[in-house]
């Protein structure tokens, strides 16, 4: 293929560094922790004891999470498709970049006493759905910057990128804005800057308009670099061609049987993955009885091995192939989450632990970082294995597809750890669906080709 431009590929990964804040900061590390406390706390005050509260509390942040992906799911694939009919990614990009930077600052009006509390949830959750959705016509772009064995290694860099980008973000948060109990912040103990209220925990709160700010300075470069194919498209953008024309694609999915078992998969480990993301936080909040600054300390663990694996895992994309790079970190990932189960502040796989004991906030820093680092190569190996089943001419169609597997049943995971928290009252016990989600996952790809069905499809 044509040799692309440095710039290019420098503006296509500019978006992982401007998105990956949210993620960081707040679908995890900072707001998922704070809004799980001031919700539990909410619960409380309606009666409910300590620990149906913090339950209450997961079950809320996961049922919304489940609502959000389920939105992905089924308009990502139609907006994939409409876009490879105009051949223009580019305009959609910029609209849900708009949506993004609008929607991520409402966590700016959660306060301690849980003032709209669930309009803020329902905004944080649009937020969600603008970056994913933005996400898929950027993986879109990915089969342009190189050939097949080359988007593994670009895939990962560009991964590796953005959570460096997460990495610094959060430090700059945990330096200068989250505030510990004292009112302080961690390490340079300052007061929040800007006249920011410790007391409202507005330090905290400046994480959404912080996202916001960060991602409409770092996406300059991709808007500036990045330009849609002008030769791409030309097809009719009437709805029933564009349907006609993705299910025409999806019917063909079944006679693919390397790209059904991997969209299949895929959807299976995905889902469990996008589930320790979220829960991470709140387990740590709940269980381990950790702040917010302690969990941002252990984000920047999870970030530094992430950003490091990531891009040693494009290496080895480069080398081996994506497929032996997801199995290997999903078997990491099961690791983790048998470990989440096992441990709670009082017991290591029922073995009793000392009151004061800090094994458990040990252990939990060393899964930070493994969950970091192989939730980064899953990330980034995956997207390139979908390189490899992606008819060049319909990128963001298939990527929508991706996106529908990943987010189809995103209810799965979410809804697991909501009924099994639900059902034994126990934060920990809710982690079992992620370990059968996984293992899943693992079985299903033993039937993907390793180099795809690209080049058969497109004969």
Known sequence: MATVSKKRIWGWMAFDWAAQPFYTLGLTFVFGPYFATVAAQYFIGTGLDEEAAKAHATGTWSAAQTIAGLVIAFTAPFL???????????????????????ASTSTWMLTPDANALYLVLVLFFVAFIAAESALNFINAILPSLGSKDEVGRISGSGAAFGYWGGVVALALMLLLFVEQD???TIFLGLEPPFGLNPDEKEGTRFAGPFIAIWYAVFMIPFFLWVRDDPKAGGKSTQFR????????TLKSVKERKSLLNFLIGSMFYRDALNALYAFGGVYAALVLNWGITKIGVFGVVAAIAAAITTWLAGLADRRFGPKPVIRVSVWFLILVSITIVGMSREQLFWVPLAADSTLPDTIFYICGAVIGGAGGAVYSASRSMMVRHTHPDRPA????????????????????????????????LGFLPVIFLFLCGLVLLWWVNPEGDRDEWST
């Open 241 to 248: 061609a564009v349907a006609g024309d993705l299910w025409q």
């Open 397 to 428: 169609e298939a990527f929508g597809l991706f996106a529908l597997s990943g987010k189809a049943t995103a209810f799965l995971a979410p809804a697991g750890i909501t009924l099994f928290t639900w059902m034994t009252g126990n934060t920990q």
């Open 80 to 102: 994939g498709a409409f876009a490879d009919n105009s051949g223009r990614k580019i305009p959609w990009i910029a609209f849900f970049s708009v949506l993004f930077v609008i």
């Open 182 to 184: 004292n009112g302080r």
